[in-house]
């Protein structure tokens, strides 16, 4: 068997090990860094309007209450997660130390090592990267318990000079 | 070609200080890297067996060397978010022996992997080229090129598949006679069960070419038509946010028309025992386990262990076809962070091979002491 011949069976399998994927399953994988920029939109139920009273407004705040209080667990779950990560980053990065000093007394070691070291390599590319998608997710996502939490801060107050110039006792 | 050894060896130590400044940086691209310097012992450098060393009518020694070693490693990555791929890695070592100072050697190493993501999935390709100074009285090959496309596949959030091509050249500087070429397909599926537990599933092929130069007599070679067939399954388990244990086994078969080619090449003595892509006409069974433990930020420790079996099929004058060789490696690491990214390693290495064929019997002890910078 010529090794052109080879090669085109080479690539005639990879071809279709690709169109199986493919078939067999499909493009949707969730991204648990991101996920909470996904959850139900609220603006529409916290908007305030015209004829809105104190109460109304009080109970649109409660309502940011509740999504910053789920933005903060949410938080919490990110930073776990980032932690998880650097963990990980910080054994694959030693596993690839220890076996690199491996391959070195071995002259380069053989097919095997060096795969497992390309492999680690990608791990370590992914996890990094992994670590940099959580990083900025957590990131935005206090930003957006600041913002919400000042919001709810300033609809309790607007409530609460509306109380008083409808003349209710504070 | 000699001098890009230390031209990457330069580079990577060049590199380094700036390594660290662009991570502090606002620059996206990802740097990681890190410079050691060791102290190193080795008790039987050359890997010599008790009877060679015993035979009067051999030259040859058991030899302990102190070595000084200086190593620099660079990852060089595209942003996280990008589409388009890029990995730089370099490598650069130099192994300095301290009273026999032409028995140096140095490597230099780079690989270059340029892709793009289409969602989750990617296609690249690679090359990487490797570069060996020696000992001037070896046949050993210094440069080995292996370039390779790959398509990788996340089938759902638990599969992950690889397929690819792969071509690896390996040159002997100083017998060309010796020179080969392989061209192999690589296959392989990865499970990751949860963050804790990844599997993986690998099967390799090789169809291996000896190289005649233009001189369309591919009988000059040394290395002829050959095939060579490797299965892999391995684990990789992270758990309790402190161990880290990875473990292999594969079984390989080689097969080459020439039927007296068992191995080729060598540092110097007899050290072409260690493994190696150069050993033909073998069935090899390959056990790995390394296990890393963090006791907290400061102190670690790493246990590597590696069995291999391995049967001779080569029908040589020394023995026919019946050539067993138990190869083991056990080695140790205790690492400890003195101050901010730097840190000591201490290493313990042991390995031995136990042969049917006393001559490649040989047991060798490595200490090593050093510290570690790292960028990351």
């Not at chain 1, 940011?64 to 963990?87: C, G, S, W, Y």
């Not at chain 2, 090129?145 to 390996?170: C, E, M, P």
């Not at chain 2, 136990?354 to 990351?376: A, E, M, N, P, W």
């Amino acid at each position: 068997m010529t090794v052109f011949r080879q090669i085109m069976i080479l690539f005639i399998v990879i071809a279709l090990s690709a169109t199986w994927c493919e078939l067999s399953f499909g493009d949707e994988i969730s991204d648990s860094a991101t996920a909470w920029k996904r959850w139900k939109d609220i603006s529409a139920a916290i908007a305030l309007r015209e004829l809105d009273g104190p109460d109304d407004i009080i109970e649109k705040a409660e309502i940011i209450d509740d999504r910053v209080d789920e933005l903060r667990r949410e938080n919490e779950r990110l930073k776990k997660e980032i932690l998880k990560r650097r963990q990980r980053l910080d054994g694959l990065l030693s596993q690839k130390d220890s076996l690199q000093g491996i391959a070195d007394i071995k002259m380069g070691g053989d097919f095997q090592m060096r795969q497992n070291l390309s492999d680690i390599s990608d791990r370590i590319q992914a996890t990094t990267g992994q670590i940099e998608a959580y990083g900025n997710s957590q990131a935005e996502l206090e930003k957006q318990i600041n913002r919400m939490s000042k919001l709810a801060m300033s609809y309790r107050e607007k409530a609460r000079l509306l109380h008083i110039k409808e003349g209710g006792a504070l | 070609m000699r001098l890009s050894a230390y031209l990457f060896l330069i580079l990577g130590l060049l590199l380094a200080p700036a390594a660290g400044m662009a991570e502090d940086s606002e620059e996206k691209i990802i740097v990681r890297g890190q410079v050691s310097v060791a102290g190193k012992y080795d008790s039987n450098v050359d890997l010599i067996s008790k009877e060679v060393n015993d035979d009067p009518n051999i030259d040859d020694e058991i030899d302990d060397a102190w070595i000084t070693e200086i190593s620099t490693w660079i990852l060089v990555t595209s942003p996280w978010n990008s589409p388009l791929l890029m990995k730089l890695e370099l490598y650069g070592l130099a192994d300095l022996h301290v009273e026999a100072p032409e028995d140096s050697w140095a490597l230099g190493r780079g690989n270059l992997e340029m892709g793009y993501k289409f969602g989750k999935n990617t296609l690249s390709i690679s090359n990487e080229s490797a570069y060996f100074t020696e000992p001037d009285d070896t046949d050993f090959d210094n440069y080995r090129n292996s370039a390779a496309v790959f398509y990788k596949r996340t089938l759902s959030d638990k599969w992950q598949a690889k397929a690819g091509y792969i071509n690896t050249l390996h040159l002997y500087t100083q017998n060309d006679r010796l020179d080969h070429m392989a061209h192999g397909g690589l296959s392989e599926l990865q499970t990751t069960w949860d963050t804790a537990l990844t599997t993986y599933y690998r099967f390799t092929y090789h169809q291996f070419q000896g190289l005649d130069h233009g001189s369309g007599n591919e009988d000059e070679s040394i290395v002829q038509a050959g095939r060579r067939m490797t299965g892999e399954i391995g684990f990789e388990s992270f758990f309790k946010a402190k161990n880290f244990f990875t473990g292999s086994y594969a079984y390989q078969s080689d097969k080459n028309d020439n039927e007296v080619l068992d191995e080729i090449g060598e540092i110097k003595g007899e050290d072409e025992s260690l493994e190696s892509d150069d050993e033909f006409n073998n069935h090899k069974h390959k056990g790995m386990l390394l296990f890393h433990h963090r006791f907290n930020d400061r102190f670690s420790i790493a246990f590597y262990e590696e069995f291999i079996h391995k049967t001779v099929l080569a029908e040589t004058d020394e023995y026919d076809g019946d050539r067993v060789d138990l190869l083991f490696c056990t080695s140790s690491w205790f690492n400890v962070r003195l101050w901010k990214k730097l840190y000591a390693k201490t290493l313990y290495l042991y390995r031995m091979n136990d042969s049917t064929y006393d001559r490649k019997d040989f047991q060798d002890h490595i200490g090593q002491l050093g510290l570690v910078y790292r960028f990351y």
